[in-house]
């Protein structure tokens, strides 16, 4: 079932597949980040797709990363117009798993990002729930999401300088200090402020 949803793309949005795999039956499709939204709708409404869910969304930083490694999780098609090959992918990643209950299959969508523009449009439109996906993958790798209605820290506070899970992020980081929060106490609570 999974290579059927890689084979409908190919067929209906050739153009927006930049390659693909489907091994033990996890089906894979790169997509190129102009060509995103499109597909992710045709995910969601057309009838032989039926992706309801947006389970996860979530980035991978591939910097100093083998090619020949690369090319086996993310490959490319030979010949494309672009010039995109798997030894020249960009060094991001933003990776969305798409779950259809209905029709029992699912589909991991990953669009390759430069780290120069390191932005993709939001999916919150498509599916709530990429609001704190989204937002977690900003605050930990900083990827903008364009259009997304709320883009804020949800893990680290507001102060926090750089994206730790980037992989030149450096091990031994120094942050802002930040005064502790005052304990305050009301009756018979306790509160912080």
């Known amino acids: 079932m999974s290579t059927l949803l890689i084979d409908l793309l190919r067929e209906e949005l050739p153009a927006a597949v930049l390659g693909s795999h ?3 039956g996890d089906a894979t499709v790169l997509v ?3 060509r995103l939204l499109e597909v992710m709708r045709m995910m969601r ?3 032989r797709c039926q992706m309801e869910v947006l389970a996860d969304v979530t980035a991978v930083d591939y910097l100093e990363y083998d090619p020949a490694m690369r090319a086996v999780v993310s ?5 494309q117009a672009n010039g995109m090959t798997s030894a020249i992918l960009p060094r991001y990643e933003v990776v969305y798993h798409l779950l259809s209950m209905t029709l029992r299959h699912r589909l991991r ?5 430069d780290a120069d523009d390191l932005w993709v449009p939001t999916m919150y439109s498509l599916w709530q729930a990429a609001n704190w996906g989204e937002r977690e993958v900003w605050d930990m790798l900083g990827v903008d ?5 709320d883009l804020r820290r949800v893990l680290n506070y507001e102060e926090f300088v ?3 899970l980037r992989k030149d992020y450096p091990v031994r980081g120094y942050q802002p200090r930040l005064p502790m929060p005052e304990l305050v106490h009301y009756g018979d609570n306790e509160t912080y402020r």
């Open 145 to 149: 999401f364009h259009g997304h209605p």
């Open 162 to 164: 750089g994206h730790p």
């Open 45 to 47: 409404d057309d009838p």
């Open 75 to 79: 490959p490319v098609d030979a010949g």
């Open 32 to 34: 190129p980040r102009d």
């Open 109 to 113: 969508v990953k669009v390759p990002v």
């Open 22 to 24: 489907a091994t033990a």
